[in-house]
């Protein structure tokens, strides 16, 4: 067998630190297309919510009725976003892709956690049990007219 030559292994640790620094390149800007596509998704939450707001206010007695969730699940259909809303104790009282009243307490989950502790706004990416995927999550406490925080 033919030694290496000086050009050979010359090449060959080319070939090897291009390589290299070609999968950095790459996961680099995997990571950061991420992480802007996340808070791309962050914002365009926080807006549907802000919006989403005013509505569940002006239409609280309503919470629970047939009506309100045909609404919310229009909503979460022209959206692209499930809606679920619970009240202070985790309890699930209306969804807009599931029957609430088959739906488990909501109290022990992160993003809800996170939002009652804080009174504000929890983001929190997390693996869905239902679907098997990470998914982004915010919760957002609302205090309505009535005092009554859902």
Same mark, same amino acid.
């Given at each position: 067998?033919?030694?290496?030559?000086?050009?050979?292994?010359?090449?060959?640790?080319?070939? *090897?630190?291009?390589?290299?620094?070609?999968?950095?390149?790459?996961?680099?800007?995997?990571?950061?297309?991420?992480?802007?596509?996340?808070?791309?998704?962050?914002?365009?939450?926080?807006?549907?919510?802000?919006?989403?707001?005013?509505?569940?206010?002006?239409?609280?007695?309503? *919470? =629970?009725?047939?009506?309100?969730?045909?609404?919310?699940?229009?909503? =979460?259909r022209n959206s692209g976003n499930r809606f679920t809303i619970i009240d202070e104790s985790g309890k699930v009282l209306a969804d807009s892709d599931v029957d609430s009243t088959l739906m488990d307490d909501h109290s022990g989950r992160p993003e809800i956690k996170k939002a009652m502790a804080t009174k504000g706004s929890a983001i929190v990416v997390r693996r869905s049990a239902t679907l098997g995927a990470s998914l982004m999550y915010l919760a957002r406490p609302l205090v309505l007219d009535s005092g009554r925080t859902i």
């Open positions: 067998m033919k030694p290496f030559t000086l050009f050979s292994k010359l090449f060959l640790a080319q070939t *090897i630190l291009v390589l290299l620094a070609t999968m950095i390149v790459a996961y680099l800007g995997r990571t950061g297309l991420e992480q802007v596509s996340f808070e791309g998704t962050e914002h365009s939450l926080e807006e549907q919510i802000f919006l989403f707001e005013d509505s569940i206010r002006s239409q609280a007695h309503e *919470i =629970g009725s047939k009506e309100f969730e045909a609404r919310l699940t229009a909503l =979460g």
